[in-house]
């Protein structure tokens, strides 16, 4: 069973920064499954921030590139979403999630807003 826990959420001020943390266990999902984060607003679908292949390859959607960063730390065991020029449009739930072609794990989330 994969069990993944985020942190680093908060209160921010527009044009702040944070970093999201997402611990995993086991660590021997890294190199066998992608790393993605996912945010959801309140009455909103889920989406997709960032996502990284088993192979270290990074994609973002349009609104996180040059914003938003993934990354992962092998042997902490984390996963990370460095997250810069942040707008309250960026409030929301995030959530960490690995994935292969047959199983899906996800944490609980953690509330990151952005307000003045």
């Known amino acids: 069973q994969v069990q993944l826990v985020e942190s680093g959420g908060g209160l921010v001020q527009p044009g702040g920064s944070l970093r999201l943390s997402c611990s995993i266990n086991?660590?021997?999902?890294?190199?066998?499954?992608?790393l993605k984060w996912y945010r959801q607003a309140p009455e909103q679908q889920r989406e997709l921030v960032a996502s990284?292949?088993?192979?270290?390859?990074?994609n973002y959607p349009d609104f996180a590139v040059g914003r938003f960063t993934i990354s992962r730390d092998i042997g902490e065991k984390e996963v990370y979403l460095q997250m810069t020029s942040l707008k309250p449009e960026d409030t929301a739930v995030y959530y960490c999630?690995?994935?292969?072609?047959?199983?899906?794990?996800w944490g609980q989330g953690t509330q990151v807003t952005v307000s003045s």
């Open positions: 999630n690995v994935a292969n072609v047959t199983n899906s794990y």
């Open positions: 086991p660590r021997k999902i890294f190199g066998t499954y992608s």
């Open positions: 990284m292949s088993p192979g270290g390859n990074k």
